[in-house]
Structure formats: structure tokens, C-alpha cells
T-cell receptor, first 114, second 118 residues
């Protein structure tokens, strides 16, 4: 079964600083990987997805993530944090090939300090 | 399309009562998922439907929980004899055939239904 581990339940960065949210996956078959964001009182929204087409994936709002098979990682980065980035971020995994449930990590809450 | 709608947004009930949540997915999405989210945790899979067929149920879904999607459109999640441990946010998501999304199962979530059991 697939799973993801998010390191750090809370991350604080200064406005304008680099954002790095860590995610490691465990999967016996090549997975598809996702990052979702949840703003307060809103549903989860897809930030980006990895489907084996390219290892560096760009998403919305300036976020990107790199799939590293050797490290079983899919860390989320953004060069310069904005106050509006404050939210909870979830890494998720599913087996490749669709029609499978998506398994989520426990989430990382990002705080942006002005 | 207005996205995935969930109703009610908030429900407070007494232990032992039954509650029902409704989810209206995006109309062209053939798959519908229910997840549960508690404070400090990620969404936990409960069950999913492809059209009207319920294809998978988690072990988290005890016999007090039942989900239906009778006509392959909206879905209901009923919890019978609620317990305090059922207090959580119940999330519904839907997804379209994966050939439309680079083969990936991209979920579109509703805002959730928050259940508080007193």
C-alpha cells in the first residue's frame, strides 16, 4: 500500500523567504504524487501533480515540486513566501494508472511571518 | 458548474442520534469519494463510488456508517447511533475519468460537513 510522510506538522517562514515543505513516499509500484492546499474554512485544492511526465512539476501560485526516486521524495518549494500562502498543505499518493483511492499525509501548516 | 457541494456545512447532534450528509459532485465526474478529517490529521479515506457502484470501503467505515449513490449522481453518508468519536469533518470529493487529467486521479473537494457529537 502507498503512503506519504510529511516531515514537520508546522513550518514558519518569513515573508519573502524560501518555502520548503517535505514529503517522502512509500510505494511498491511507481506512484503518482500530489500536493493539495487547504485554506481556512475551504475545501482542499490541487496545487500540482506528478504523473511521470517530468520530474520537476510546476503548480499554481508559484509552487513547484521535484520527484526524486532515489530519495523517495516529493518536496514542495516556493522561492518567495507571500502572506497569502499561509494554509495547510497535504502531500498525497496514488498508484499510477488511475481509478485508485488517494492517500493523504498528515499535513503541514505553513505560517508566514510578516 | 458550481463545484462539489456538501450539505449541511455544520451539524451538532447528541450522542446516539442519526445524521445524514449529502454530497453533490461535479456533474460530469463519475467517481465520488468520502473522506474523514480530524484536527491535525490528513483526510482519511472512507469509501468511493464509480457511478452508482460502491467499489471500496475502508475498515474505518464501521457498520454504523452507510453510504449510497443511488443514481450515480449525488451521494449520502449516514451515521447511525453517533458517538463522540465520530466528531470530524466529512469531506466529499469527485473526479473525472483519468484520461482527461494525464492519467491521474485528480480529486475536487467540497468544503466539508463538520459534525460535532455532544
Amino acid at each position: 500500500a502507498q503512503s506519504v510522510t510529511q516531515l514537520g506538522s508546522h513550518v514558519s517562514v518569513s515573508e519573502g523567504a524560501l518555502v520548503l515543505l517535505r514529503c517522502n513516499y512509500s510505494s511498491s509500484v511507481p506512484p503518482y504524487l500530489f500536493w493539495y492546499v487547504q485554506y481556512p474554512n475551504q475545501g482542499l485544492q490541487l496545487l500540482l501533480k506528478y504523473t511521470s511526465a517530468a520530474t520537476l512539476v510546476k503548480g499554481i501560485n508559484g509552487f513547484e515540486a521535484e520527484f526524486k526516486k532515489s530519495e523517495t521524495s516529493f518536496h514542495l518549494t516556493k522561492p518567495s513566501a507571500h502572506m497569502s500562502d499561509a494554509a495547510e498543505y497535504f502531500c498525497a499518493v496514488t498508484p499510477s494508472g488511475g481509478y485508485q483511492k488517494v492517500t493523504f499525509g498528515t499535513g503541514t501548516k505553513l505560517q508566514v511571518i510578516p | 458548474d458550481t463545484g462539489v457541494s456538501q450539505d449541511p456545512r455544520h451539524k451538532i447532534t447528541k450522542r446516539g442520534q442519526n445524521v445524514t450528509f449529502r454530497c453533490d459532485p461535479i456533474s460530469e465526474h463519475n467517481r465520488l469519494y468520502w473522506y474523514r478529517q480530524t484536527l491535525g490529521q490528513g483526510p482519511e479515506f472512507l469509501t468511493y463510488f464509480q457511478n452508482e457502484a460502491q467499489l471500496e470501503k475502508s475498515r474505518l467505515l464501521s457498520d454504523r456508517f452507510s453510504a449510497e449513490r443511488p443514481k450515480g449522481s449525488f451521494s449520502t453518508l449516514e451515521i447511525q447511533r453517533t458517538e463522540q468519536g465520530d466528531s470530524a469533518m466529512y469531506l466529499c470529493a469527485s473526479s473525472s475519468p483519468t484520461h482527461l487529467t494525464s492519467g491521474a486521479n485528480v480529486l475536487t473537494f467540497g468544503a466539508g460537513s463538520r459534525l460535532t457529537v455532544l
